[in-house]
T-cell receptor, first 115, second 114 residues
């Protein structure tokens, strides 16, 4: 079946521009995660949804970052007034159930470059 | 605080065995994951340990010692396609519940040479 998909795969933005990154999780997956991964680093947690509820947003680096999942399926990560330090790969992952041992399935990521 | 340590780089020869270590210091523990990530691609799940001991899955095995805050990933019969970054990630247990975030190491870049 289809895996996690993300769009766009690549995004170049001018500093100060707003961007929206989309994640389509595996159908039926309850949990959805957003991560930020800088070059040569491990993923850094941004936020987590259980269905449409955003249960943890402790990793969002500033109030310029906003995520939503209004119908408990597709999620959008929005970054307002982008800065050069926002340049990274943004990974989305989903898991079937909301259990600690659940495997997270990752999408291919959106590579954001802010000039 | 939270800290996960793994070697930055390792090299090995095709057909050999390699062990990638991971040590962690977290405020709680609710499972440890190993993921493989090829350059430019998303991480893919390899293994999950929550109890002490060895979990074997084909050419890959993962070991956990909770008392030592230590895990390793063992790769046998190395193949060229095993060249990738290997990421250790820990899930903390949090009293508040509903905490599912993973704390990630920086990854170990493994190069398999012919």
């Amino acid at each position: 079946g289809a895996g996690v998909s993300q769009s766009p795969r690549y995004k170049v933005a001018k500093r100060g521009q707003d961007v929206a990154l989309r994640c389509d999780p595996i159908s039926g997956h309850v949990s959805l995660f957003w991560y930020q991964q800088a070059l040569g680093q491990g993923p850094e947690f941004l936020t987590y949804f259980q269905n449409e509820a955003q249960l943890d947003k402790s990793g969002l680096p500033s109030d310029r970052f906003f995520a939503e999942r209004p119908e408990g399926s597709v999620s959008t990560l929005k970054i307002q007034r982008t800065q050069q330090e926002d340049s990274a790969v943004y990974l989305c992952a989903s898991s079937l159930l909301d259990r600690p041992q659940e495997t997270q399935y990752f999408g291919p990521g959106t590579r954001l470059l802010v000039l | 605080g939270q800290n996960i340590d793994q070697p930055t780089e390792m090299t090995a020869t095709e057909g050999a065995i390699v062990q990638i270590n991971c040590t962690y210091q977290t405020s709680g523990f609710n499972g440890l994951f190993w993921y493989q990530q090829h350059a430019g691609e998303a991480p893919t799940f390899l293994s999950y340990n929550v109890l002490d001991g060895l979990e074997e899955k084909g050419r890959f095995s993962s070991f956990l010692s909770r008392s030592k805050g230590y895990s390793y990933l063992l790769l046998k019969e190395l193949q060229m396609k095993d060249s990738a970054s290997y990421l250790c990630a820990v899930r903390e247990s949090v009293n508040a519940g509903n905490n599912r975030k993973l704390i990630w190491g920086l990854g170990t870049s493994l190069a398999v040479n012919p």
